[in-house]
Structures are given as structure tokens and as C-alpha cells.
């Protein structure tokens, strides 16, 4: 059984930054995508960003702002979140997928970690 516990969340003005961390124990495979969704009140969560080895994919909305990076040797990942918009709002989740090709329909989630952008 994976777990994963993410840091980071916060209070912040429009244009600052803030950086998420998602330490993963208890895994057992060495193939696995780790990522991050997130879900604003009253929406469905959505993708965010993942990382599967060295390759990283980010949904549009946040391309260019926000930065997925991996410590393996920590078994952790993070999200370097830049010129945070009020629409970035939501509860942050990290997921784990046993698969390099997709982190579609995650294995493993965190509990979540909130993130509140002000205007």
C-alpha cells in the first residue's frame, strides 16, 4: 500500500508563488507516473501536471507557470507553483499511478492540501 502525504498549501496574493511536496512511502513498483490534480469548489477535479522519469506534461491552463520536479532518492515530488492566479484556487492532490504511459484514474491519492490565491 502506497501513501501520500503533500505540504506545501497556503495563502497567497495574485502573482506570487508557492511550492507543493508529495512524499510517497511504501511503494513497491520502480514504474510509476506521480502527479498532481486539483478541484475548485463547486468543479470537477481536474489534471494539473506529471511527471513519468524525466518527462513532464502540464495541462494548459497552467503551462509555463507551474514546474513538476522529482527527488527520487526522496521519493518525492514537487510542484513549483509561479504567477499564481485567483482561478489557481482549489484543493491541490497528489496521485500516483503504477504506469508510465498515463497517470489516467490514479492508484494512490493524497489527502490534499489547499491552496487559496487572493486578489
Known amino acids: 500500500q502506497v501513501q501520500l502525504v503533500e505540504s506545501g498549501g497556503g495563502l497567497v496574493q495574485a502573482g506570487g508563488s508557492l511550492r507543493l511536496s508529495c512524499v510517497a512511502s511504501g511503494r513497491t513498483s520502480s514504474a510509476y507516473t506521480m502527479g498532481w490534480f486539483r478541484q475548485a469548489p463547486g468543479k470537477d477535479r481536474e489534471f494539473v501536471a506529471r511527471?513519468?522519469?524525466?518527462?513532464?506534461y502540464y495541462a494548459d491552463s497552467v503551462k509555463g507557470r507551474f514546474t513538476i520536479s522529482r527527488d527520487n532518492a526522496k521519493n518525492t515530488v514537487y510542484l513549483q507553483m509561479n504567477t499564481l492566479k485567483p482561478e489557481d484556487t482549489a484543493v491541490y492532490y497528489c496521485?500516483?499511478?503504477?504506469?508510465?504511459?498515463?497517470?489516467?484514474?490514479?492508484?494512490?491519492w493524497g489527502q490534499g492540501t489547499q491552496v487559496t490565491v487572493s486578489s
Open positions: 511527471i513519468v522519469w524525466s518527462a513532464t
Open positions: 496521485a500516483l499511478k503504477e504506469s508510465v504511459v498515463t497517470i489516467r484514474d490514479p492508484d494512490y
